[in-house]
């Protein structure tokens, strides 16, 4: 299974853009690009996902490059509430295959 | 009422107990998930269960069981507690990998 690395931190300004980007080069052709986040010791929660094309919901925006080796989830206008672990993940969607493997992420905190 | 909960959310407990963790999910998804999370680490999958009659190891299934009464129920066993084990455990469910949803968590301290 394709491998991510992720920053371990970045610090954000409330009100602008956070940026979170995600290596995945080993990522497969039927692998997708998953992301959830975790604020403190709360169950992670779903963010976004994708497999090719750019995707956007009413939490963030997902980037894939062209050659799907990386990727950039995007928070248009940071709250303090998006201070959390963000995990980047690659897997398969499958129906006989259902297991997300979570690295360390990127623990991102929102600064007034 | 959560999508997803979890008892107890807190429990302490001696080396050589045996311990249940429980998890009740009302979304009606076959899917079910134990992971543990350790302080600074991310989360590592236990076992997995896609239907009531599947149960699967994940990558740390060593001193661990689990019981999948109904398709609303997924129970995490430690037969005898270990010190090591002291950890969050958090369980899921999903209708496919494309949207795990977690529950609360649960706190357990091995002594």
């Known amino acids: 299974d394709a491998k991510t690395t992720q920053p371990p931190s970045m610090d954000c300004a409330e009100g602008r853009a956070a940026n979170l980007p995600c290596n995945h080069s080993?990522?497969?052709?039927?692998?997708?690009v998953y992301w959830y986040r975790q604020i403190h010791s709360q169950g992670p929660q779903y963010i976004i996902h994708?497999?090719?094309n750019n995707e956007t919901n009413e939490m963030a925006s997902l980037i894939i490059t062209e050659d799907r080796k990386s990727s950039t989830l995007i928070l248009p206008h940071a709250t303090l509430r998006d201070t959390a672990v963000y995990y980047c993940?690659?897997?398969?969607?499958?129906?006989?295959?259902?297991?997300?493997?979570f690295g360390a992420g990127t623990q991102v905190v929102v600064t007034p | 009422d959560a999508d997803v909960t979890q008892t107890p959310r807190n429990r302490i407990t001696k080396t050589g107990k045996r311990i249940m963790l429980e998890c009740s999910q009302t979304k009606g998804h076959d899917r079910m998930y134990w992971y543990r999370q350790d302080p600074g680490l991310g989360l590592r999958l236990i076992y997995y269960?896609?239907?009531?009659?599947?149960?699967n190891k994940g990558e740390i299934s060593d001193g661990y069981s689990v019981s999948r009464q109904a398709q609303a129920k997924f129970s995490l066993s430690l037969e005898s507690a270990i010190p090591n084990q002291t950890a969050l455990y958090f369980c899921?469910?999903?209708?496919?990998?494309?949207?795990?949803?977690f529950g609360p968590g649960t706190r357990l301290t091995v002594l």
């Open positions: 899921a469910t999903s209708e496919t990998t494309d949207t795990q949803y």
């Open positions: 993940i690659v897997g398969r969607t499958t129906d006989s295959w259902g297991k997300l493997q």
């Open positions: 269960s896609f239907d009531v009659k599947d149960i």
């Open positions: 080993t990522i497969s052709g039927n692998e997708y």
């Open positions: 994708g497999l090719k």
